[in-house]
């Protein structure tokens, strides 16, 4: 019988190792910034969603503490006394809700124009 002679790699096989391993690490770099991208994404909409949450409680607290007659209340009294001071917003506006009589709807315009509603209830 014959023996065969394996004492080295060929040029064939490393030109295919090294495509094999120039594709996972494609693979692997897309997958990396796929999830870059998300992270990125879910990390900017959870700060809208906190500003949103902080501008609400503020404007509650707001209407709760310092305002104990809402007629008194008006739409340049609210923008003046919270907008910039507490958080950025173009304006606070305060109006009766027309399903229910017993609540008002207050409405804030953010920054990049997205409304934040909330409806407050003065019994």
């Known amino acids: 019988m014959k023996k065969l ?3 080295g790699v060929t040029l064939i096989e490393l030109i295919v190792s090294f495509i094999l391993v ?3 690490v494609i693979y692997f770099y897309q997958t990396l910034y796929t999830v870059k991208k998300l992270y990125s994404k ?3 909409e959870t700060q809208e ?3 949103k949450t902080y501008a609400l409680r503020i404007v509650d607290a707001y209407i709760d ?5 809402y007629d008194s209340l008006t ?3 609210l923008t003046e006394n ?5 958080f ?3 304006n606070i506006k305060i109006e009766d809700n027309e399903d229910n009589n017993k609540m008002y709807k207050v409405t804030i315009t953010m920054e990049n124009g997205e409304e934040v509603v909330l409806y407050k209830y003065h019994g």
Do not use: L, R
């Open 42 to 44: 879910s990390q900017k």
């Open 5 to 7: 002679n394996n004492k």
């Open 22 to 24: 120039a594709v996972a």
């Open 88 to 90: 950025e917003c173009d």
């Open 65 to 69: 503490d310092e305002a104990k007659v």
């Open 49 to 51: 969603f906190v500003d």
């Open 75 to 77: 739409n340049n009294t």
């Open 82 to 86: 919270i907008c910039g001071k507490y």
